[in-house]
């Protein structure tokens, strides 16, 4: 190994392993891990299991445990007779730090969205298939990629290390895709088997497929079932329309009064974080987003700014007859599902509160509206200016061959506030092995084989870096 560097060795040993690294994900890939109350939980369960297994295998853990918590909100309890509601098993396996080694959390999860139409997947959604250098099948990317990346560095930096001293905490949740419903009180509940110093949450993407990137802020998201009411029932369309209107047409003029003729969000009380981006063209965008040759793009600024510091307000669904049954009477409500991500900066709470004094405004012709099933999520925002981070960013030019971007996301993960509150001396980097092709959450999602190959040997750099550097221990440096 002297004639090598570090970055050379682990690449060599990532080339022996190639081929089990991919059964390995491959394995996971065919379980359909749904954690959405319609789908087989049994599935999810499966899932934990084989997780479990994996990391039993790699005898490096004092334990590893499935684990579970209710869904009950904090400072509620559940009624007399009734029986608590449990979230999806997550996996926690942990090793205590020796020599004054930092303790490094691996976070990923093992749950996976909904395949959506199966007629829409090239190839069927569970069953890993390569094409072209990339390897498709629901979570792939999303997230069960992240979940070999924590494996199998640490199978290869054990191997390489002298002596592995580092503390380890690996943490694969099981309900992300479903909004983590259990997440605060697992957290709670298992505070002292989750305890660490830095936080690696493989669960985000890269610039490209050839340069790396350390994602520094998220938005945050706010979202809520919006029902909208003008009849107590249905009537004839014929009889009483263009007098009497229906809910599809106040809840069409109540959407409308969401945007600007732009298209940026109109919401008085939704701010904006303004903030330099790198150099991003529209035709990038178009291509990466699918965009159709007529369609123009929203909002105004700088695209970045618009994607990763602006608010955005999306109906992702709505309850209305379909086409094919329609009949022609004046539906007397609808409902829509309606997520509007928060710019960081600007707290969940204080964007709710805006956007209900915007629907309280604007709501037309005296409708009656009902907001429910509200979740919230916290945005995140970090200067990536502690040590691990500048670790990792060391670790990533070398394993890429490629200086990475720090970079945000439009997305959310709110489950990095939870982890801030509890840990606020903890280091967390957001990294992932997703690229702009990757279409997570859509048909077709895929994974490309050589970001997995550099994510691997990135992640196994950084691990070992730490595991031989005791001074690079953020919560002594902040005693110190």
Excluded at 258 to 284: D, K, M, N
Excluded at 393 to 398: G, I, L, N, Q, Y
Aim: proline residues 6%.
């Amino acid at each position: 190994m002297s004639d090598l560097t570090r970055a050379q060795s682990v690449h060599a040993l990532i080339d022996i392993k190639w081929n089990d690294i991919v059964e390995t994900l491959s394995s996971l890939v065919r379980i359909p891990s749904v954690s959405w109350p319609a789908f087989d939980s049994a599935n999810v369960e499966r899932s934990a299991k084989a997780v479990a297994a994996l990391l039993e295998k790699l005898a490096i853990f004092e334990s590893v445990e499935i684990l579970r918590a209710t869904t009950t909100p904090s400072g509620e309890e559940v009624r007399p007779g009734e029986s608590p509601t449990w979230g999806q098993p997550a996996v926690v396996a942990r090793r205590a730090a020796r020599s004054g080694r930092p303790t490094v959390l691996l976070y990923a999860h093992h749950d996976v969205q909904p395949p959506g139409n199966e007629g829409d997947w090239e190839s069927p959604a569970f069953e890993p298939t390569r094409r072209h250098g990339r390897l498709y099948g629901r979570g792939t990317a999303d997230d069960k990629a992240g979940i070999v990346t924590h494996l199998t560095s640490l199978a290869l930096m054990d191997e390489l290390a002298q002596e592995l001293e580092l503390g380890l905490v690996v943490f694969i949740e099981g309900e992300e895709e479903f909004g983590s419903p259990s997440f605060d009180n697992f957290l709670a509940t298992y505070r002292d088997r989750l305890e660490s110093d830095v936080i690696i949450v493989a669960d985000s993407g890269n610039w490209s497929t050839t340069v790396p990137a350390l994602t520094i802020s998220l938005r945050g998201n706010v979202t809520f079932a919006l029902t909208v009411r003008t009849l107590e029932h249905g009537v004839h369309s014929g009889m009483f329309g263009g007098a009497v209107p229906d809910a599809m047409m106040a809840a069409a003029r109540l959407v409308s009064s969401f945007y600007t003729r732009e298209g940026s969000v109109a919401i008085e009380g939704l701010h904006s974080q303004p903030r330099a981006v790198p150099e991003y063209v529209e035709e990038t965008l178009r291509e990466e987003a699918s965009l159709v040759p007529s369609a123009h793009l929203i909002g105004t600024g700088d695209v970045l700014h618009r994607l990763w510091s602006q608010p955005a307000v999306t109906v992702t669904g709505i309850d209305a007859p379909p086409v094919e049954s329609a009949s022609n009477t004046l539906l007397p409500s609808v409902r829509m599902r309606v997520s509007v991500r928060v710019a960081p900066g600007q707290t969940a709470a204080d964007a709710l509160e805006a956007v209900r004094q915007h629907i309280e405004a604007n709501t037309p012709f005296g409708a009656s509206v009902a907001l429910d099933d509200i979740s919230l999520g916290e945005a995140f925002l970090d200067a990536g200016e502690g040590s691990a981070a500048r670790t990792a960013r060391e670790t990533m030019a070398e394993a890429w061959g490629a200086d990475p971007i720090d970079m945000g996301v439009g997305g959310s993960i709110p489950f990095i506030a939870t982890f801030k509150q509890l840990f606020p001396e903890a280091e967390v980097l957001v990294t992932g092995v997703e690229d702009p092709d990757s279409r997570a959450h859509g048909t077709n999602e895929s994974l490309d084989l050589d970001v997995l190959r550099k994510a691997v040997c990135a992640q196994t750099l950084l691990l070992w870096g730490l595991n031989d550097a005791p001074g690079i221990n953020p919560r002594l440096e902040s005693m110190s």
